[in-house]
Each structure stands twice: as C-alpha cells, then as structure tokens.
C-alpha cells in the first residue's frame, strides 16, 4: 500500500488575509474602546492625548492576531480533529495577542 499525503497547503489569498486582519482589528478596537471610552475622569498625568496609544497599538496587534489565525488555517487540514486542534490554538493565539495588545496600549494609564 502507498503512503498517502494528506497534508496539503492551502494557496495563500490576499482577500481573506485582509478579512482576518480587518476583523481582528475590529474586535480588538471595540473591546480598547470599553476600557478607553470608560474613564470619566482621566489623570492630569496621562495628558490629554493619553486615548491615542491604546486605539492605535491594541487594533495593530489585534490585525496581526487574526492574520494569525488565517495563516494556521492555511496549514490546517480541514476535517477531523485536527482542523479543531488548530481551530482552538488559533483562538487561543488571537485571544493571547489581543490580551498583549490592551497591556501595551494601557501602560502608563490604566495598567499602572
């Protein structure tokens, strides 16, 4: 009996890497939005463009999480129990990079 392959790569599309990314940064931005939009009151230490660093950087790795998640389905098979082992670490890989991404935003204001 001859060996079988059935590891096979996906061909890479622009279009859908874009869509990932975009949705990425979309999810990323509403859920900064909550923490930024939130304060009543901010520190006269922050200044007054303290919102800028957090809506900007938290979306950008938030783009990069979901471009992520595109290029481990491009390696995934796409049934089985593998295709949701790679379903659940890609999850858990934007999840980790959106968590990242409010840290890094948030330092020096909110996360002190």
Known sequence: MAPTNTFFIQPFEPASFLKRALIGAAIALVVISLFV???????????????????????FVGALGGACTYLVSLVAPKHGWKYVGALVISVIGYVISLWLGIVLGLDGTLWN
């Open 37 to 59: 939009f939130g304060v009543k009151n901010p520190r006269p230490e922050w200044g007054s463009w303290w919102m800028l660093r957090p809506l900007l950087l938290t979306p």
